[in-house]
C-alpha cells in the first residue's frame, strides 16, 4: 500500500464515523465506500522482476496503445505507450537497471491520455536511465483525470531493474523509448504489468547505445 492511499481514506473514515453518530448511519456509506476506492486505488502488490540482463520491463500497469518508430536526434528509437486507467496499480517502476542521467519535468495540459498529442503536451516526467550498453527513456504523462505526477529518485541514482520510483494520480500513460534494433515482446492491445512484463529485450553487444546525446535530447522524445 502506497502511503498516499492512509491520506485520502483516514479522513474519509473519519467522516463516516461522524456522520453514522451525529445522523442517519446510511449517511456513512458514501464516505466508507470512496475510502475503501482510495486504499484499492494505491494498492502496492509485490511483483516478479525478470532477470534477463536485456530486459526492458513495463514501467506500470495498464494496456498497451501504441508500438511506433520515432527519430530524437539522430537516434532511431521504438516509442511504446501505455494507458493506465483508473481501476490500474498506478506505482510506476524503473524500466532497466543503471543510472539516472536526466530527470526532466515538463508543465503542460491535461489531454486524455489515450490522445497521441498527450505524449508532447501534457505534463509529464521524463526519466533517462542508462544502463551497461543500453539506454532507455520513460515519460510518466498526466491523463485527463491526473493531476500529479511522483518521482522520488534523483539524477545520478542507482536504479535496479523493477525498482519503484514513484506513480501518476488517477489515470494516466507511460511512455518508454528504446533503441529500433531491440525485440519488441509485446503488441498493441496487451495488457502488461509494471516491474513483471518484459516490454522488449535490448541487445547487448550494442555498446553505450544514447550515450551520444540520449540525455540531451530526450525533451524532444515524442
Aim: with cysteine.
Amino acid at each position: 500500500m502506497v502511503r498516499d492511499g492512509y491520506f485520502y481514506a483516514l479522513p474519509l473514515i473519519a467522516a463516516a464515523v461522524l456522520l453514522g453518530w451525529l445522523t442517519n448511519p446510511a449517511w456513512a456509506i458514501i464516505p466508507c465506500l470512496l475510502a475503501f476506492f482510495f486504499l484499492w486505488f494505491f494498492r502496492d502488490p509485490e511483483r516478479a522482476i525478470p532477470q534477463d540482463a536485456d530486459a526492458v520491463v513495463s514501467p506500470g500497469d495498464g494496456k498497451v496503445t501504441d508500438v511506433s518508430p520515432v527519430t530524437v536526434g539522430n537516434e532511431k528509437l521504438t516509442r511504446l505507450s501505455i494507458f493506465l486507467s483508473v481501476f490500474n496499480v498506478h506505482v510506476n517502476r524503473s524500466p532497466i537497471a543503471g543510472v539516472i542521467r536526466e530527470v526532466r519535468y515538463q508543465r503542460g495540459q491535461y489531454l486524455n491520455a489515450m490522445n497521441k498529442t498527450s505524449a508532447e503536451l501534457n505534463e509529464q516526467n521524463i526519466v533517462t536511465v542508462q544502463g551497461d550498453g543500453q539506454t532507455v527513456i520513460f515519460k510518466q504523462i498526466a491523463g485527463l483525470l491526473a493531476r500529479r505526477i511522483v518521482f522520488k529518485p534523483k539524477v545520478g541514482d542507482r536504479l535496479e531493474r523493477g525498482q519503484r520510483v514513484g506513480l501518476i494520480k488517477f489515470g494516466s500513460r507511460v511512455d518508454v523509448l528504446f533503441d529500433a534494433s531491440a525485440k519488441v515482446n509485446v503488441k498493441v492491445g496487451d495488457r502488461v504489468k509494471g516491474g513483471a512484463s518484459v516490454l522488449a529485450y535490448l541487445p547487448q553487444a550494442q555498446s553505450q547505445l544514447a550515450a551520444t546525446g540520449s540525455a540531451a535530447t530526450s525533451e524532444r522524445a515524442h
